[in-house]
Antibody
Framework: QVQLVESGGGLVKPGGSLRLSCAASGFTFSDYYMTWIRQAPGKGLEWVSYISTSSTYTNYADSVKGRFTISRDDAKNSLYLQMNSLRAEDTAVYYC???????????????WGQGTLVTVSS | QSALTQPASVSGSPGQSITISCTGTSSDVGGYNYVSWYQQHPGKAPKFMIYEVTNRPSGVSNRFSGSKSGNTAYLTISGLQAEDEADYYCSSYTTSDTLVFGGGTKLTVL
């Protein structure tokens, strides 16, 4: 069965950096687009970034562009999110998700991890 | 990219049907048949309920159905059950090659 397990969250000071990881299993990781989505405490879902197969394409929400970098290692079945210049408003649970299609982006996130909490505070 | 517009809350009694709307623009909901719906119970990760406007993933009850008209998508839940009480989010692909989510709708089963 598909499993996505995030790690790397924690408490970081404003301006600091953090690298999130997502370990995937139960499907052919290299065949699928992957996505990061976040949810601030008590708030709704916010799309953060996606990466295509073979890392050919990436895109970011305006709120994180220039500060966050998404990457993947297909040999390790892992997805990453490097987060720099963190702000208080980046505080959220970060979910990694598998896209439902192998061929295009946007069909929906069919599997989600359990999330990892990032808290940005002094 | 502005969030899609959903009602903050809806409610219904067991056995009834409810519909949640999700309004966007021609740059997202109206421009693509890539609308998805997610169910989220408190403290849990979202669950994939509907994809590409009308399709149900395997394992999702046929009490859940999706539709779209113009720039607005809809999620209908028929035969409401207590376990349907949750937050529901829509999302759409956009012309900017991103996803955008709705603000979420809290469903209360009376």
């Amino acid at each position: 069965q598909v499993q996505l397990v995030e790690s790397g969250g924690g408490l970081v000071k404003p301006g600091g950096s953090l690298r999130l990881s997502c370990a995937a299993s139960g499907f052919t990781f290299s065949d699928y687009y992957m996505t990061w989505i976040r949810q601030a405490p008590g708030k709704g879902l916010e799309w953060v970034s996606y990466i295509s197969t073979s890392s050919t394409y990436t895109n970011y929400a305006d709120s994180v562009k220039g500060r966050f970098t998404i990457s993947r290692d297909d040999a390790k079945n892992s997805l990453y999110l490097q987060m720099n210049s963190l702000r208080a408003e980046d505080t959220a649970v970060y979910y990694c998700g598998k896209d439902g299609s192998q061929y295009y982006y946007g069909s929906g996130v069919d599997y989600w991890g359990q999330g990892t909490l990032v808290t940005v505070s002094s | 990219q502005s969030a899609l517009t959903q009602p903050a809350s809806v409610s219904g009694s067991p056995g009834q049907s409810i519909t949640i709307s999700c309004t966007g623009t021609s740059s997202d909901v109206g421009g693509y048949n890539y609308v998805s719906w997610y169910q989220q119970h408190p403290g849990k990760a979202p669950k994939f309920m509907i994809y590409e406007v009308t399709n149900r993933p395997s394992g999702v009850s046929n009490r859940f159905s999706g539709s779209k008209s113009g720039n607005t998508a809809y999620l209908t839940i028929s035969g409401l059950q207590a376990e349907d009480e949750a937050d529901y989010y829509c999302s759409s692909y956009t012309t900017s090659d991103t996803l955008v989510f709705g603000g979420g709708t809290k469903l209360t089963v009376l």
